[in-house]
């Protein structure tokens, strides 16, 4: 049981490139996430999606989009990489359980943008 | 929007030693989470609070939730190097978000 995976793990990009981040869990959860961590910040929440086809913004989602095709994939996107999104991206996932938003998250994927 | 915050950002513990890190919400909060994430790993689910005045208790590690579910607080007794890491406190509301605080990062003297 892999739970939350994802790729890749590390990831240099230079500035305006693009690149998409995989999220994939296989423990049959509605909630999925996308989270950045920066020193002294916390995580803070991008996107999220409360099931397949849906998303929705989080406290920081300029620069990113989102995509929920399948229910076990959560797909994040940069269009044009800026410096600023430099950081640490980790995905989440939550079941469906009444008042129990316990979130697993994944090893994250460490990007840096030059 | 919900903001929690979290304080000492960082403690320097001797091991043995006991120390305590809060949370604190601008907002009252259906429930609160805590999360451990050992140095570069990814957060972990410790425990979930619910009910105002809760405590809970997971060996040498108390956790409390405030009577007007607003505030908790992570208690570690006889700090050891294994308890290295930076702790989080997450605040749930009604719907399907976390609001995260900024952590405490524990290091440990031995």
């Known amino acids: 049981n892999a739970g939350v995976t994802q790729t890749p793990k590390f990831r240099v990009l230079k500035t305006g490139q693009s690149m998409t981040l995989l999220c994939a869990q296989d423990?049959?959860?509605?909630?999925m996430y996308w989270y950045r961590q920066d020193p002294g910040m916390g995580l803070r929440l991008i996107h999220y999606?409360?099931?397949?086809?849906?998303?929705a913004k989080g406290e920081v989602p300029d620069g990113y989009n989102v995509s929920r095709l399948k229910k076990q994939n959560f797909l994040l996107g940069l269009e044009s990489a800026a410096p600023s999104q430099t950081s640490v991206y980790f995905c989440?996932?939550?079941?469906?359980?009444?008042?129990?938003?316990?979130?697993?998250f994944g090893a994250g994927t460490r990007l840096s943008v030059l | 929007g919900q903001q929690v915050m979290q304080i000492p950002q960082y403690q320097h513990v001797q091991e043995g030693e006991d120390f305590t890190t809060y949370c604190n919400s601008s907002?009252?909060?259906?429930?609160i989470q805590w999360y451990k994430q050992r140095p570069g790993g990814h957060p972990v689910f410790l425990i979930q609070?619910?009910?105002?005045?809760e405590v809970k208790k997971q060996k040498r590690l108390t956790f409390q939730f405030g009577e007007a579910k607003k505030n908790s607080s992570l208690h570690i007794t006889a700090t050891q190097t294994t308890d290295v890491g930076t702790y989080f406190c997450a605040g749930g509301s009604n719907d399907y978000k976390l609001s995260f605080g900024a952590g405490t990062t524990v290091t440990v003297r031995a």
């Open positions: 609070l619910v009910k105002s005045g």
């Open positions: 907002t009252t909060l259906s429930n």
């Open positions: 989440a996932s939550s079941p469906l359980s009444g008042g129990k938003n316990i979130q697993y």
């Open positions: 999606s409360v099931g397949e086809g849906t998303t």
């Open positions: 423990m049959n959860h509605e909630y």
